[in-house]
């Protein structure tokens, strides 16, 4: 015959059920906060990533320009969260001073308040001949620098301070407001070259104002060839002669090289 239990050990029976539906409950709805959490997180990074690809591929440029003049309001949504995606992608990124190979001051976007411009070596030593461009403005509320532009593996050059001379890049303000950035290769082989990307702030942005490039042959005094670009006027001057050419507005972060040389006709 079973024992007798007490009303005691019924009520604290209760209780212990009662505790552990609660439990149970609480177990349930933190892993739910836990999976929205996640879930969120790679939304967010979806559309992060997604924003960059189109920011570094110019797509997004030529998607604005085609999309309806009536889709306006959508078209602002869209351009502030990409340029927050931009923003914080900048800021990603740990500069280590040591990497810091030529600096420039100057008011990049005419407020009255001295900026900065900065050629940094790469992180990686295996892509040690790409020099990134970064620019900060100073600023509106507070006299501090900030992080406007980051654009690694950007130019050509050597960060060797024992290297070969004639292959280190430079930046420089010219005028009051445009950055002057120079790379060759004045030292090495047959095939010497130099080249200078002007950079200015238009709209928010910092774009290719202009580029200039010359070559020669040490071995060919008629493989020589020079060209010179405005881009923001359209004016382009190959071998000394004026060429037919449009003004083009090209982000410092899409530009290449091969822009350049194309741009040229080389």
Not at 125 to 150: C, M, P, T, W
Request: hydrophobic fraction near 45%.
């Amino acid at each position: 015959m079973a024992a007798m239990r007490s009303p005691e050990f019924y009520i604290a029976m209760q209780i212990s059920e009662k505790l552990a539906t609660n439990i149970a409950m609480e177990v349930n709805a933190a892993i739910s906060r836990i999976i929205s959490v996640i879930w969120l997180s790679c939304a967010l990074m979806f559309v992060f990533c997604f924003s960059f690809v189109l920011l570094s591929t110019g797509i997004f440029s030529a998607f604005l320009a085609a999309w309806p003049r009536e889709k306006s309001m959508f078209k602002i949504v869209l351009i502030a969260g990409l340029t927050l995606s931009a923003a914080l992608t900048a800021q990603a990124e740990q500069i280590d001073p040591a990497r810091i190979v030529d600096a420039a001051s100057g008011d990049w976007d005419a407020d009255g308040k001295n900026d900065l411009a900065l050629l940094v070596a790469p992180a990686d030593s295996a892509s040690d001949d790409q020099i990134g461009i970064y620019i900060y403005l100073r600023d509106s509320e507070h006299e501090l620098l900030r992080l406007s532009l980051s654009a690694p593996n950007k130019i050509w050059g050597s960060t060797n301070a024992d290297g070969i001379f004639g292959q280190e890049p430079s930046l420089k303000a010219v005028g009051k407001s445009s950055i002057a950035i120079h790379s060759q290769n004045s030292a090495v082989g047959r095939d010497r070259w130099d080249q200078t990307l002007t950079v200015a702030y238009r709209n928010e942005q910092f774009v290719v104002a202009g580029y200039t490039y010359n070559h020669y042959d040490t071995l060919d005094p008629d493989a020589a060839g020079s060209c010179d670009y405005n881009a923001l006027t359209g004016q382009l001057q190959k071998d000394g002669k004026g060429v037919k050419a449009e003004s083009r507005i090209i982000p410092l972060a899409e530009w290449t090289d091969e822009t350049g040389q194309k741009i040229c006709g080389q």
